[in-house]
């Protein structure tokens, strides 16, 4: 299995902030990653695909880079509603199961 | 509005079978995998298994090989989750998400279920 790994898995922040998560994979899996935003009690949401496509409907604030093995997720200033728990997914198509990072909780 | 819903919460004793539904409308159910994607409580997301509708190609996660079957029912735009011989640690909210996706089709998950609440305890 592909095992990533995401840090840190909690970060302090405080609003207008810029923060950075990064995720690595434990092989190569190109551009087949995205990242979601969770909050409690609710189903991921879909931010970032191919590693740094914005989803539509997504503030552009949100920004995903990377390949390979290593990949980020920035926020330029975070917002009141930005605070929640964030993971990454592989969808690498040649390697079964598609694994999520552990998540990164994003308080205040 | 696009949207995938749900069936509603199970409990369940240890050993016996659950099966969860996830019913997609606003949107062309052919045109589109199926993922399942459980989460323990306060744990992270697990990956279970998928379906490529159109095609019938499923893959599970080895973890689940054995006692997971992932289904369709093209006529009624729903799809199915049976989970077998249950265990206190299958006690999970259960997550339909839509995924083979765009001109790649990618197994990124743009659209979500509200998801199904499962507790296995005796």
């Known amino acids: 299995d592909i095992q990533m790994t995401q840090s840190p898995s909690t970060l302090s922040a405080s609003v207008g902030d810029r923060v950075t998560i990064t995720c690595r994979a434990s092989?190569?899996?190109?551009?087949?990653l995205a990242w979601y935003q969770q909050k409690p009690g609710k189903a991921p949401k879909l931010l970032i695909y191919q590693a740094s496509s914005l989803e539509s409907g997504v503030p552009s604030r949100f920004s995903g880079s990377g390949s390979g093995t290593e990949f980020t997720l920035s926020i330029s200033s975070l917002q009141p509603d930005d605070f929640a728990t964030y993971y990454c997914q592989h969808y690498n198509n040649y390697h079964f199961p598609f694994t999520f990072g552990q998540g990164t909780k994003l308080e205040i | 509005q696009v949207q995938l819903v749900q069936s509603g919460v199970e409990v369940k004793k240890p050993g016996a079978s659950v099966k969860v539904s996830c019913k997609a409308s606003g949107y062309t159910f052919m045109n589109y995998g199926i993922s399942w994607v459980r989460q323990a409580p306060g744990q992270g997301l697990e990956w279970m298994g998928k379906i490529s509708v159109y095609e019938g190609r499923i893959n599970y996660a080895q973890k689940f090989q054995d006692r997971i079957t992932v289904t369709t029912d093209t006529s009624t735009r729903t799809a199915y989750l049976d989970l077998r011989n249950l265990r206190s640690d299958d006690t999970a909210v259960y997550y339909c998400a839509r995924g083979e996706v765009g001109p790649r089709l990618d197994w990124y998950f743009d659209l979500w279920g509200q998801g199904t609440l499962v507790t296995v305890s005796s």
């Open positions: 092989q190569s899996i190109h551009n087949w």
